[in-house]
């Protein structure tokens, strides 16, 4: 008792261990974890020596695969899962659906498909109740076979998950090539804690997930911890020992009387924007014009004040004048480079953009630590606006732009006026802007605020003269002025009495000359003339 069969008793063995019923199935159970009920199971092929007592899958399976016999061992496991069914169907039991597992020779070398088929229909199950499991390892060697046989999965009205997903060969074109139903991670493939970057892994593709609308089975789970994380990222649906080990066929029908059982929730209803698949297929023309048409964008995910980046191009790391490569900003907690303020700018204009469903606009200050340069002060301008969304989780699509140098400049403006007034005030000087060609005058603050004029006076000079502050003895001197300018003198000034106080101010004029030498405005300033006693 007890040890592993060989090579050669395997391969002997099979048939015979078919028939007489030393292969057959257990059955493990899916369960929402959020509501304790079940959502389905999982047929797992054990082989029960009578000699040599319990063999596991990991241990006989390559040699049913190598040797050709994995084929007629699937199909009898399907067979043993229609019984199953048909034996709840019968006696009004309560049922779920079933997955069972099939191995990537059975469509490499057989007619799978059509084979189960026939089963389920000679036990008439309704396709309902049955899935099929197939592996990223399916795809090695060409998809096309794979895409076939899941098309006619399809076609029979199969669900067909992707077993082990992120164990290795797969990724994410893979999974938008095959058009899978249901996903299923396994948490043991994870090295590290949840919390860790085996979190952020599982987080993201839970989110990539859901943004392909495709639900998720975390397997493997062991811990309550382990579920509660997989909970918080949106993903309920739990299968390993936490919940239940693999159980007999009559241990499982015993668990469909007691644990209530719920169909599985597929919709996960996000607004499509952009075809949400094609997204994510780094071949695809969405993502071509993701990274190198739209400038610096990114996709985020936003979560009751959570942010998340979960894609970004190269233009937008560019833009925000990073040394660093797509994957560590993803990894990188997108509210750090912002202070509280700023944080609230940002976080504000997505909560417009959710409600408005428009693009909305913010400026937010960010800051850079970094160890080499020290900190480093940028000002980013972002365009966002709410692509997809799943329960409270949004999906943001941003534009981004660095607007520090624009900021800087008019920072460097507001000073400057900021110094001219206060300068102004000090030396009264009044200034304004006079356009030849539709004689505006625009004057500066003071002259509003002391003259009481408005921002812009049309048919300059008159309305001075007809409001008093130029005297009307000095209107064919300053009608003359000006003209002489608009010939192209480059300056002129003179002393004259403004206001009906008559105080002599000193006027200057200095004019502005466009390209082809024309000129476009003169600059107007006066000063008191100070009496110097
Ligand atoms: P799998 O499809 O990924 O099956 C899940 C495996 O994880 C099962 O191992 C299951 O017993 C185990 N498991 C479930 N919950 C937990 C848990 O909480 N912790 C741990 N550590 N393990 C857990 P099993 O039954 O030994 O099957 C191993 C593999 O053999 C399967 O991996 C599958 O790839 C293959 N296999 C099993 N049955 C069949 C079958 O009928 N046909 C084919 N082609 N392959 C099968
Ligand atoms: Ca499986
Ligand atoms: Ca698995």
Not at 409 to 432: C, F, H, P, S, T
């Amino acid at each position: 008792m007890g040890r592993q069969l060989t090579e050669e008793e395997i391969v002997n063995g099979t048939y015979d261990a078919i028939k007489h019923g030393e292969i057959y199935a257990v059955f493990q159970p899916q369960i929402n974890h959020s509501t304790g009920r079940m959502v389905g199971a999982e047929a797992l092929m054990r082989w029960r020596h009578p000699q040599l007592g319990m063999q596991f899958p990991a241990e006989f399976i390559a040699v049913l695969e190598a040797y050709d016999l994995i084929f007629e061992a699937d199909l009898h496991m399907f067979e043993e899962v229609c019984k199953l069914l048909k034996h709840c169907m019968e006696n009004n039991l309560p049922l779920v659906p079933i997955s069972c597992n099939m191995s990537r020779y059975d469509i490499f070398q057989h007619d799978y498909v059509d084979r189960i088929e026939e089963i389920r229909k000679k036990y008439d199950i309704p396709v309902k109740y049955l899935r099929i499991e197939i592996t990223e390892s399916s795809a090695i060697g060409g998809m096309e076979g794979l895409k076939t046989a899941l098309q006619k999965l399809h076609s029979y009205g199969y669900l067909v998950e992707m077993d082990d997903f992120g164990s290795g060969y797969s990724s994410l074109n893979i999974l938008k090539d095959l058009d899978v139903d249901i996903i299923k991670l396994d948490m043991r493939f994870l090295d590290g804690n949840i919390g860790g970057r085996g979190g952020t892994i599982i987080s993201s593709v839970v989110q990539m997930t859901k943004w392909l609308n495709t639900p998720v089975i975390a397997e493997g789970v062991e811990t309550a911890d382990q579920a509660d994380y997989m909970e918080s990222i949106g993903c309920y649906y739990i299968q390993g020992y936490l919940y239940s080990q693999p159980l007999s066929k009559d241990e499982f029908i015993e668990k469909l009387k007691t644990v209530d059982h719920e169909p599985m929730n597929e919709a996960l209803n996000f607004v499509r924007a952009v075809d949400a698949g094609e997204f994510w297929d780094p071949n695809s023309m969405e993502t071509l014009i993701f990274s190198n048409f739209v400038g610096a964008a990114a996709v985020l995910s936003y979560q009751n004040g959570e942010l998340e980046i979960l894609r970004v191009n190269k233009k937008y790391i560019r833009e925000l004048g990073m040394n660093m490569d797509e994957r560590s900003l993803i990894n990188t907690n997108p509210w750090t480079s912002l202070d509280e303020d700023n944080k609230r700018i940002y976080e504000n204009a997505i909560k417009r953009a959710i409600e408005s469903g428009e693009e909305e606009t913010c400026e937010t200050k960010r800051v850079l630590c970094s160890k080499s340069c020290g900190d480093t002060e940028f000002w980013i301008r972002a365009d966002i606006r709410v692509i997809g969304r799943a329960g409270d989780q949004y999906l943001l699509y941003t534009m981004i732009k660095n607007i520090t140098s624009e900021k800087e400049k008019l920072l460097r403006i507001e000073e400057n006026d900021r110094k001219l007034m206060a300068a102004g005030d000090q030396a009264n000087v009044y200034a304004w802007e006079y356009y030849f060609s539709n004689k505006e005058m625009r004057p500066c603050f003071r002259c509003m605020r002391d003259l009481n004029l408005p921002p812009v006076i049309e048919n300059y000079p008159e309305p001075l003269f007809e409001n008093g502050v130029f005297p009307e003895d000095y209107r064919e001197m300053y009608y003359n002025m000006l003209r002489e300018l608009e010939e192209g003198r480059e300056s002129s000034e003179a002393v004259i009495p403004l206001t009906v106080g008559r105080i002599p101010f000193h006027v200057r004029y200095t004019t502005e000359f466009d390209e082809a030498g024309k000129p476009l405005k003169a600059y107007g300033s006066a000063v008191m003339v100070v009496d110097e006693k």
